[in-house]
């Protein structure tokens, strides 16, 4: 069955600084990867998705992953951390079955 | 407004008694799922849907319930609450295809004394 782990439950980071929140999946069949991020007391919205094109994606608020199958990963990142990027953010994986999210990780953003 | 909706946002209720949670989406999205979410397990997959008078259970379908008669509409209900159901849940909904984006619904937050 599909996994996904996402290293840290949080990180810290400063205003200005590189965002690189982890992902790492299981599967034998390269999957459909997804990050979505939670704000308070919202639902969940999508962040980019890798869909078997193009392995470096960009999404919205200058977001972007890098799918790397040899590594099983699908990373986010980001140059530079924003006040307004605090949020949780979760990878998801769809193989063969419905979407699997990890356990997401929370992102501070420290001023 | 086009887009999934859920209702009530807030519910509390008493160990034993029954609860509906409604989704409604407008898009005539095929897929529809209930997830909810725990502090330290992420979302889990509770039911889902692929269509019309067509369900299957997800990762955590214990002590839940739902139903689809018609496109727009997929309620969870709790037959017999229990404090473990204390969670926020979640309704989404996508197209066919899996490679689609799969929308979320503001959440209800369920709180069983």
């Known amino acids: 069955a599909q996994s996904v782990t996402q290293l840290g439950s949080h990180v810290s980071v400063s205003e200005g600084a590189l965002v690189l929140l982890r992902c790492n999946y299981s599967s034998s069949v390269p999957p459909y990867l997804f990050w979505y991020v939670q704000y308070p007391n919202q639902g969940l919205q999508l962040l980019l998705k890798?869909?078997?094109?193009?392995?470096l994606v960009k999404g919205i608020n200058g977001f972007e992953a890098e799918f790397k199958k040899s590594e099983t990963s699908f990373h986010l990142t980001k140059p530079s951390a924003h006040m307004s990027d605090a949020a949780e953010y979760f990878c998801?994986?769809?193989?063969?079955?419905?979407?699997?999210f990890g356990k997401g990780t929370r992102l501070s953003v420290i001023a | 407004d086009a887009g999934i909706t859920q209702s009530p946002r807030y519910k509390i209720t008493e160990t034993g008694r029954q609860v509906t949670l409604m989704c409604h989406q407008t898009?005539?999205?095929?897929?529809m799922f209930w997830y909810r979410q725990d502090l330290g397990h992420g979302l889990r997959l509770i039911y889902y849907?692929?269509?019309?008078?067509?369900?299957d259970k997800g990762e955590v379908p214990d002590g839940y319930v739902v139903s689809r008669s018609k496109t727009e509409n997929f309620p969870l209900t709790l037959e017999s609450a229990t404090r473990s159901q204390t969670s926020v849940y979640f309704c989404a909904s996508r197209r066919q295809s899996s490679t689609d984006t799969q929308y979320f619904g503001p959440g209800t937050r369920l709180t069983v004394l």
């Open positions: 890798y869909t078997s094109a193009a392995t």
């Open positions: 898009w005539s999205h095929s897929y």
């Open positions: 998801a994986a769809w193989g063969n079955t419905p979407l699997v």
């Open positions: 849907s692929a269509a019309a008078d067509i369900t």
